[in-house]
């Protein structure tokens, strides 16, 4: 299946709920992609607001830890998504790269953070819709 791969500078925020919404909303629009979120510098957990909001929404992300974002993640990615961070350039040449920048704070209002981040997945998906029924 192929993988869109979020990323963030601490992978607790705001690629977590990319992730999380990404995952949702492909599945109830019948799309053959998933999602994984990485950081360029992780955190040992999620942050406080991450897991308070998510958890709200209805999500069950117990066991998600952020992780390193391997040159094994930035093959097998079908495109990155990156979050006011960078990748290694020579690690992300061939492959869709798209910035999100400017997202606000998750610390400082997840739903303002949320309902952003989920306007952009929305888009992402619509446009993977298109490719998906060429």
């Known amino acids: 299946m192929p993988e869109i791969l979020f990323v963030c500078e601490h992978g607790a925020a705001r690629s977590t709920i990319a992730t999380a919404y990404f995952n949702k909303l492909a599945e109830e629009q019948g799309l053959s992609y998933r999602a994984v979120f990485r950081a360029t510098n992780p955190d040992s957990t999620l942050m406080p607001a991450t897991i308070k909001g ?19 993640d930035i093959n097998s990615a079908f495109e990155i998504v990156t979050f006011d961070c960078n990748i290694p350039a020579s690690d992300s040449n ?4 798209v910035q999100w920048n400017g997202i606000p704070p998750v610390s400082k209002d997840y739903n303002l953070a949320r309902n952003r981040i989920v306007e952009n997945v929305q888009r992402l998906i619509n446009d993977l819709a298109k490719k998906q029924k060429k």
């Open 54 to 72: 998510l958890t709200e929404d209805g999500f069950d992300i117990s066991n998600w830890t952020p992780k390193l974002v391997s040159q094994t």
């Open 94 to 97: 061939s492959k869709p790269l």
